[in-house]
């Protein structure tokens, strides 16, 4: 059967569906009194036109890159994961019992064991739902979005009970020890002559969260677990007659994303915050189906897609503090390019699959 070719899926596609969903945001804005092209230049210029922008956007960036593997992971496995923000909340809480109870040395053993925290967590609060799909039948949309909720609920009565410092009212543990604190990316940059505005939140978890899009990319592309999850993700009958046990698959993808999402809180819990805070996580568990959907579940296009993200983030703050448009707008505008790129999808890809087959037969004549 004929197709289209992969780039045009990869980007032509995409691109289509974003310049849709930012043509109606515009007329949105249009609507209220407001002029979209100097709403657009000044989400430009706040998210990308300094060193500044740029720092907060690629904060935000960092946790959608996170959140984003992990629902492409389970996407890849026919798993719909939208346990991320638990996931991530969850993580948040390992990150904190590494940090506050184990008296690291430098920074660089902290973000390891950090790392190695959060994943864990994520994964096992990940495991319970596979293991009721797997095991069960529980649907995992069903499971992972009710343990969103008993995940925060779990993180209050712990902040509240347990790692609350005595005397204080806020549901947050103390500062981690001066040891934990990442280098920022302004440090960084600064440090080899490259001059970045400092006070921004982005730091060092950047760059693990670009090391995680090579290793996923690897995981699922050239190695046979990942071999074994696309094969399963694309037919279970198929799978199951190849030998693939999809009780194992099941398990081991979820973990797999489990462990992404929880990867999130080196960034906002140890990067940024520097303590484990109620809520830390903002919906970033969410954003992460739109930036995998986006991004086609390939690393590189959840990549794009987290920048893009970032993007309305930063951009939308900025718009909220210079002009009167109100910054639940931004939400509508993630909304539209969330619908266009999942829901509508299909609008944009019919067209542009005929364009394309008509234009191999008018070569083929």
């Known amino acids: 059967m004929e197709k289209m070719p992969r780039w045009a899926d990869i980007f032509l596609i995409p691109l289509i569906n974003l310049v849709l ?58 798993l719909f994961n939208i346990g991320g923000e638990g996931q991530a909340t969850l993580g948040g809480l390992g990150v904190a019992l590494a940090c506050l109870f184990i008296p690291w040395p430098h920074w ?46 779990f993180l209050n009565y712990v902040l509240v009970n347990m790692l609350r410092p005595a005397g204080s009212m806020d549901p947050a543990t103390a500062k981690f020890p001066a040891a934990t604190n990442l280098p920022t990316l302004a440090e960084i940059l600064n440090g080899i002559g490259i001059p970045f505005a400092a006070r921004t939140p982005a730091n060092v978890t950047l760059f693990v969260a670009l090391i995680a ?23 279970e009958p198929a799978a199951i007659y190849a ?60 990549l794009l897609a987290a920048i893009l993200f970032g993007f309305l983030y930063q951009g939308g703050a900025e718009l909220a503090l210079w002009t009167t448009i109100p910054r639940e707008l931004i939400v509508v505008i993630q909304a539209l390019v969330i619908l ?26």
């Open 21 to 78: 969903a930012f043509v109606i945001s515009g007329l949105v804005i249009l609507a209220i009194g407001e002029d979209p092209i100097a709403a657009l230049k000044l989400m430009v210029e706040g998210a990308l036109g300094s060193t500044y922008g740029w720092g907060f956007t690629l904060y935000y960036a960092t946790n959608f890159i996170f959140t984003g593997l992990a629902v492409s992971v389970a996407f890849h496995a026919s």
């Open 108 to 153: 660089t053993l902290a973000l390891l064991g950090a790392i190695g925290a959060s994943m864990l967590f994520g994964a096992l609060w990940a495991m319970i739902p596979a293991y009721l799909q797997a095991k069960r039948g529980s649907h995992i949309v069903i499971t992972t979005i009710m343990f969103n909720f008993i995940a925060a609920s």
């Open 213 to 235: 899009c090579v290793v996923v990319y690897f995981l699922i592309w050239h190695t046979r677990l990942g071999y074994q999850i696309r094969a399963f993700g694309h037919s």
């Open 243 to 302: 030998g693939i046990s999809p009780v194992r698959i099941t398990m081991i993808g979820m973990m797999i994303s489990g462990g992404l999402a929880g990867l999130m809180a080196i960034n906002n819990v140890m990067g940024e915050a520097e303590r484990l805070v109620l809520n830390s996580v903002e919906g970033a568990g969410f954003i992460g189906i739109a930036v995998a959907l986006m991004g086609r579940s390939h690393p590189f296009g959840v």
């Open 340 to 365: 266009f790129t999942g829901a509508l999808d299909g609008m944009v890809r019919g067209p542009v699959e005929k364009m394309f087959l008509a234009s191999k037969r008018g070569e083929a004549q």
